[in-house]
């Protein structure tokens, strides 16, 4: 499945789903990145957020450090 990086705009066969765009109408959209641009940013993937996620961009240093 190739999906459109949404970081660098480039399509990649390894598609990282990490976040879910709402929109007006109908269902959300999900936003993909690559796995080099999930590696460069931190960003957590959908499915390791936590379970009162709406889908907004979460980044894996936000929420793995310690407080
Ligand atoms: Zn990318």
Same mark, same amino acid.
């Given at each position: 499945m190739t999906q459109v990086c949404t970081w660098c705009a480039e399509p990649t066969d390894?598609? $990282? #789903? $990490?976040a879910v765009e709402h929109v007006a109408s109908g269902p959300g959209r999900v936003v993909y990145a690559c796995p080099d641009c999930r590696r460069r940013h931190r960003l957590l993937p959908l499915d390791q957020?936590?379970?009162? #996620?709406?889908g907004e961009v979460r980044y894996e240093t936000a929420e793995a450090e310690p407080r």
């Open positions: 390894e598609p $990282v #789903s $990490v957020h936590p379970a009162d #996620s709406w």
